[in-house]
């Protein structure tokens, strides 16, 4: 039996702006994803969703990983069990995570020597394959870890203050909301172009201000994003609630992360105030979970 792990990640800029080749930065966080695969006599899957075999519409990401994977060897029976400390459908690379961490366990076990940026790559395509215009962040931060710049595939600084994420527990369909942002932006180029061109050059300007570690100034940016990201249609009532919660208490920023519509937002919080900007994201009925940034990727455990 092989068990691999893979994290999870928040964005601290670009989200949607990287779909259309503005710049991103993500953040690997420490909560992740671990998938244990044995040979078996037929395909098995299980995970909280239940026990299937090759199953696109119950467990579209790993049936995809072991068909591709069938393109580097013979995979007949596998029994792939999936453990997850990230809700699923909520902006924090759940997605991504399973993927990956697939992907590298099946790796190891039929010895196919992919490289980590083989992994990203085919993690790239069958996120591509399952959500449609999906961007390569999730994934490569999820095999890399640590602090990512993309499209450059840069390594940024580590992020070292306290990550708070709040989760809305309201589901969110990344392809949708991707969908429903290529709709604004083909109904109002001349208005949405820019909008999207703005969230890139923050993460231009955050890169020196990353190895600074200049955590106030990114924290001023990551607001001017969180306007931006209600601007485009991807903010709802209930992540509002959330960042301004989290703000009011203290948090240096708060913002959505990832695609929005529900799920997750994030808040940087200085060393001694994390908990107090948990309670305020639970007091609004978020869920908080106080989470940094992890310098490792995919790992076997
Ligand atoms: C989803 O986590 C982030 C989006 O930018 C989509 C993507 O990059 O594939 C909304």
Same mark, same amino acid.
């Given at each position: 039996?092989?068990?691999?792990?893979?994290?999870?990640?928040?964005?601290?800029?670009?989200?949607?702006?990287?779909?259309?080749?503005?710049? !991103?930065?993500?953040?690997? $966080?420490?909560?992740?994803?671990?998938?244990?695969?044995?040979?078996?006599?037929?395909?098995?899957?299980?995970?909280?969703?239940?026990?299937?075999?090759?199953?696109?519409?119950?467990?579209?990401?790993?049936?995809? *990983?072991?068909?591709?994977?069938?393109?580097?060897?013979?995979?007949?029976?596998?029994?792939?069990?999936?453990?997850?400390?990230?809700?699923?459908?909520?902006?924090?690379?759940?997605?991504?995570?399973?993927?990956?961490?697939?992907? =590298?366990?099946?790796?190891?076990?039929?010895?196919?020597?992919?490289?980590?940026?083989?992994?990203?790559?085919?993690?790239?395509?069958?996120?591509?394959?399952? =959500?449609?215009?999906?961007?390569?962040?999730?994934?490569?931060?999820?095999?890399?870890?640590?602090?990512?710049?993309?499209?450059?595939?840069?390594?940024?600084?580590?992020?070292?203050?306290? $990550?708070?994420?709040?989760? &809305?527990?309201?589901?969110?369909?990344?392809?949708?909301?991707?969908?429903?942002?290529?709709?604004?932006?083909?109904?109002?180029?001349? *208005? *949405?172009?820019?909008? +999207?061109?703005?969230?890139?050059?923050?993460?231009?300007?955050?890169?020196?201000?990353?190895?600074?570690?200049?955590?106030? &100034?990114?924290?001023?940016?990551?607001?001017?994003?969180?306007?931006? +990201?209600?601007?485009?249609? *991807?903010?709802?009532?209930?992540?509002?609630?959330?960042?301004?919660?989290?703000?009011?208490?203290?948090?240096?920023?708060?913002?959505?992360?990832?695609?929005?519509?529900?799920?997750?937002?994030?808040?940087? !919080?200085?060393?001694?105030?994390? =908990?107090?900007?948990?309670?305020? $994201?639970?007091?609004?009925?978020?869920?908080?979970?106080?989470?940094?940034?992890?310098?490792?990727?995919?790992?076997?455990?």
């Amino acid at each position: 039996m092989i068990t691999c792990s893979a994290p999870g990640k928040v964005y601290l800029f670009g989200e949607h702006a990287v779909v259309y080749g503005e710049s !991103a930065i993500c953040c690997a $966080i420490e909560l992740r994803t671990k998938v244990s695969v044995e040979k078996s006599d037929e395909i098995i899957i299980e995970s909280v969703l239940g026990r299937t075999g090759l199953d696109h519409d119950n467990h579209p990401y790993v049936s995809y *990983v072991i068909e591709k994977m069938r393109q580097f060897t013979d995979i007949q029976g596998v029994h792939i069990v999936i453990e997850s400390q990230l809700p699923v459908g909520s902006g924090l690379g759940s997605s991504a995570a399973v993927t990956v961490a697939s992907i =590298q366990a099946l790796n190891h076990l039929y010895e196919c020597e992919l490289s980590l940026e083989d992994i990203a790559k085919t993690g790239h395509e069958i996120e591509r394959m399952v =959500q449609g215009n999906a961007s390569p962040t999730d994934t490569y931060v999820s095999t890399m870890g640590g602090v990512v710049m993309i499209p450059q595939r840069k390594k940024l600084d580590l992020i070292n203050c306290p $990550i708070v994420v709040g989760n &809305t527990h309201k589901f969110s369909s990344t392809k949708e909301l991707v969908g429903n942002v290529a709709k604004l932006r083909s109904d109002f180029p001349s *208005v *949405v172009e820019p909008i +999207l061109s703005n969230i890139g050059q923050m993460s231009i300007l955050a890169e020196r201000l990353v190895a600074e570690g200049d955590y106030e &100034t990114i924290g001023k940016l990551m607001n001017i994003n969180q306007g931006l +990201l209600d601007a485009i249609g *991807v903010g709802s009532a209930e992540l509002s609630s959330l960042v301004y919660a989290a703000r009011g208490s203290g948090a240096i920023s708060a913002k959505i992360t990832g695609a929005g519509g529900g799920g997750c937002m994030v808040a940087l !919080a200085r060393e001694n105030n994390a =908990q107090d900007i948990a309670k305020a $994201i639970e007091d609004t009925g978020g869920e908080a979970i106080i989470t940094k940034n992890t310098a490792e990727g995919v790992r076997l455990e």
